[in-house]
């Protein structure tokens, strides 16, 4: 069976051929131009069009037949439409903080802000839907009053292809108005949001599927009637993908955001908020801690900060030789306000302890290392609400970097597990649409094949220690 995987990220689109008999066939991806995405807001209608691109890439050098269609799209995206189901304005993404100081009110109540997160899983914060609609209702009631229905990245591009209009119950767990508990729309928060029901897409299970239309088969060079498997977000696909469904396997991120999870076989609301808890699939939810800083501040570093002397990664990497560690800044990774373990939507981070003496090198480690310093924060903070996992298996961009890789192992001092599946998220997709074609009786039947096992230096134990303690000491203080 051959299954067309299609993604739509943050910043770029993917496709994947995989047969359930040879595995991975082939990836194609093709970055947004810098007009459809600047990381906060994409323009749909290019980001769709970069898709159908993609597609016809993949499908040009390998002429197979397609059994089905699975959809992969990020958690926490925003989009107004018309009457007529046009997008009246561009989609806002989980990197808008425009509704921060909004959040922030309304995050003073303590009462509103643990019943929310009772209900939903999801703290008081803009990256969510819900509260990013509050703040656009309170500030732009004219824009408001144009939109006819609300819709995300999947529910796009779902329609795009079927024509039919609905959400998978996994990224409507990311939005702020699903109640996790009964894995419905919660009919209190929709009130207090000023939202109708029928504005909302019908909830259905990331197995979904529907047929793809004759105009979207046309386009993309397909016959019609294939189906299309609505599919999850990014997070939840990911530990699909990683073969992480059961119980006690943690993933670990670390792409353009930074994020840990676990599975589980009930909501997971801890009494202080601070994890989230969504939906995953099977009955399971996936608790969690996801950081807004990873990858885009290294990207910030190497093409803002970095972009006169014109290093590269490795160049980079390679100034952090001989360097001294222990004297080195410390980096707070907000540069992009904070989501896990704060929740303060207009923290900002940089470098603490700069000196004179400081070289490039002495920032592009601190700027790693700050980064998984944070991760490691919020490591300790889920470990505490769940037990701790047997087993941690990596992703993201890090799997690019051996430095960066054994870095993390030692500072959380556990042995990391790559994959040799590069694509996690958009293969967990390629997962669920096996599933729904009743080539797997099971999601934790999908065991993908481990990559590289990481051991941490037990001689770094001590080191990591006093600078994760130094780095905690400046976050509190500021």
Request: glycine share 8%; net charge negative.
């Amino acid at each position: 069976m051959n299954i067309l995987g299609l993604e739509v990220s943050t910043s770029s689109a993917k496709t994947i051929i995989y047969s359930s008999e040879e595995g991975v066939i082939d990836v194609k991806s093709i970055p947004y131009p810098a007009d459809v995405c600047d990381v906060v807001s994409q323009d749909v209608e290019g980001m769709y069009d970069t898709l159908m691109v993609c597609v016809k890439e993949i499908l040009k050098d390998n002429r197979l037949d397609i059994d089905a269609i699975g959809i992969s799209t990020t958690w926490h995206s925003l989009l107004f439409l018309d009457k007529n189901k046009r997008p009246i304005d561009r989609l806002k993404t989980w990197a808008d903080t425009e509704a921060a100081d909004t959040a922030k009110r309304y995050r003073l109540n303590k009462e509103l802000g643990s019943k929310f997160y009772e209900k939903t899983g999801c703290v008081i914060h803009s990256v969510y839907p819900a509260w990013k609609y509050i703040h656009i209702k309170e500030n732009n009631s004219d824009l408001i009053d144009r939109v006819a229905y609300i819709s995300s990245q999947q529910e796009y591009v779902f329609e795009k292809l079927t024509g039919e209009r609905a959400v998978s119950r996994t990224v409507a767990s990311g939005t702020g108005f699903f109640n996790i508990n009964t894995l419905n729309w919660d009919e209190e928060i929709l009130k207090f949001a000023g939202i109708d029901r029928d504005q909302l897409s019908p909830l259905v299970e990331p197995t979904y599927h529907a047929p793809l239309t004759d105009e979207a088969a046309d386009e993309m060079g397909l016959p019609s009637g294939i189906p299309v498997v609505i599919g999850g977000a990014d997070g939840a696909l990911n530990q699909i993908g990683a073969g992480a469904m059961g119980e006690g396997i943690m993933t670990l991120s670390v792409g353009t955001s930074g994020a840990l999870r676990l599975a589980s076989d009930k909501p997971v609301i801890p009494d202080e908020p601070s994890t989230w808890c969504y939906y995953l699939a099977d009955g399971k939810r996936v608790a969690g801690a996801a950081t807004a800083g990873a990858g885009n501040c290294v990207d910030w570093f190497v093409k803002r900060l970095n972009s006169d002397s014109g290093l590269g990664f490795d160049e980079l990497e390679a100034r952090i030789d001989g360097i001294d560690k222990g004297e080195a800044p410390i980096f707070l990774p907000f540069l992009y306000g904070e989501r896990c373990p704060g929740w303060d939507d207009q923290r900002q981070g940089g470098f603490c302890g700069l000196k004179g003496s400081h070289l490039i090198g002495d920032m592009y480690y601190s700027l790693l290392e700050g980064i998984l310093l944070n991760l490691y924060h919020c490591y300790i903070i889920l470990t505490d609400v769940m037990d701790t996992p047997r087993e941690i298996r990596i992703s993201g961009g890090i799997t690019n970097s051996k430095m960066w890789l054994q870095m993390a192992a030692d500072i959380f001092q556990r042995e990391v597990i790559t994959s040799e599946i590069e694509h996690a998220s958009i293969i967990g997709g390629v997962a669920l649409a096996l599933k729904a074609m009743g080539a797997i009786e099971s999601l934790e039947e999908f065991s993908p094949p481990m990559g590289e096992r990481i051991d941490p230096n037990k001689e770094k134990a001590e080191f990591y220690k006093k600078r994760f303690e130094k780095y905690l000491k400046i976050y509190e203080r500021m």
